[in-house]
């Protein structure tokens, strides 16, 4: 066959297959995902946060994101979403025992223990099993030990009826509490709402999807920020434009009792009587003193003010 020696080609020498798109290795998307930042890809290191899709970050190269976002090259795509401290969550976590320090012998490829475990059931934080979060306090629980802890919510009674509009009051209050159950922390007993409080660290794509479009309408459910500034701006701005005539109009003016002015109004006549009589009484060698000689009576100053009273 073509004089090349008695080859014969094979199907598989002759017709080209379609290659297999090669697959990532799991294992090292879950070390990758437990045990590294997300955005900076190093290995994590408390302080460590977590935003509302559950991604875990190391808090020092969040903050260097946040004050230069283009200090990271794909920092836009992987935490976008982020505009400000206030989007995160610090995490409480519970270090691993049983977790040793690596030597300077072991290879970096070598498996290691999780840095922190769940402090319901002791289980490693390695991506074997799903792990959670609450955004009220930051608490880090293995699903399935939280969901053994808190069990289902207790029974409640209905509450007595109450007349009248208070009745009202009450029955809608604890319509509320009945609709909305709040569960406590194992840990440090702070409240949340197992309903929306309780987020899921290293989600899959079907539910980080879910968790994006709760996120989504918990921001446009956020009153409009700024209003009450401008109100309060705006309501300066009226105070100071009104004329100050309105405000002393406004003003009510004192009032004096008319015995004390017809006493204070006695008093200065006699005062003056007798004063009348001491000058009149005076002798007038004494007014020769400061009166002139042509008898025109000169203008006090500041240096004669005053003197004819303290001599006389």
């Known amino acids: 066959m073509g004089n090349d020696g008695g080859s014969i080609p094979d199907r598989r020498d002759l017709v080209r297959t379609k290659q297999k798109a090669e697959q990532a290795d799991k294992a090292n998307q879950l070390r990758a995902m437990w045990f590294f930042c997300a955005l900076s890809k190093r290995p994590l290191q408390e302080p460590i946060v977590s935003c509302a899709l559950g991604k875990l970050y190391n808090k020092d190269a969040l903050l260097e994101f946040l004050l230069d976002r283009s200090s990271f090259g794909d920092g836009e ?19 691993n025992p049983a977790k040793t ?20 059931n002791f289980k490693e934080m390695n991506g074997s099993q799903p792990f959670v979060y609450l955004s009220t306090c930051g608490c880090v629980f293995s699903q399935a030990g939280l ?15 109450i007349p009248g509009e208070a009745g009202k009051e009450k029955d809608k209050s604890a319509e509320k509490d009945q609709s909305k159950h709040l569960d406590l922390c194992p840990q440090c007993g702070a409240k949340y709402d197992r309903t929306s409080d309780v987020l899921m660290l290293n989600p899959s794509p079907e539910v980080e999807e879910q968790m994006r479009a709760a996120m989504v309408a918990r921001r446009a459910a956020e009153p409009a920020k700024g209003k009450g500034k401008k109100r309060k701006a705006a309501a300066a701005d009226t105070a100071v434009a009104e004329p100050p005539s309105k405000k002393k109009a406004s003003s009510p003016m004192p009032t004096t009792n008319p015995s004390i002015a017809a006493a204070s109004k006695a008093v200065a006549q ?7 009589k001491r000058k009149a009484g005076m002798s007038d060698a004494v007014k020769s003193l400061y009166a002139p000689k042509d008898g025109q009576k000169k203008k006090e100053t500041f240096m004669t003010m005053g003197t004819f009273t303290r001599y006389a």
């Open 270 to 276: 006699s005062l003056a009587q007798e004063e009348a």
């Open 147 to 161: 969901k053994a802890v808190s069990g289902t919510p207790p029974s409640r009674s209905p509450p007595a009826e």
């Open 77 to 95: 795509e992987i935490c976008g979403h982020i505009r400000s401290l206030k989007d995160v969550r610090t995490l409480k976590l519970t270090p």
């Open 101 to 120: 320090p690596p030597s300077a012998n072991a290879s970096e490829s070598a498996p290691t223990h999780a840095p922190f475990v769940c402090p319901l």
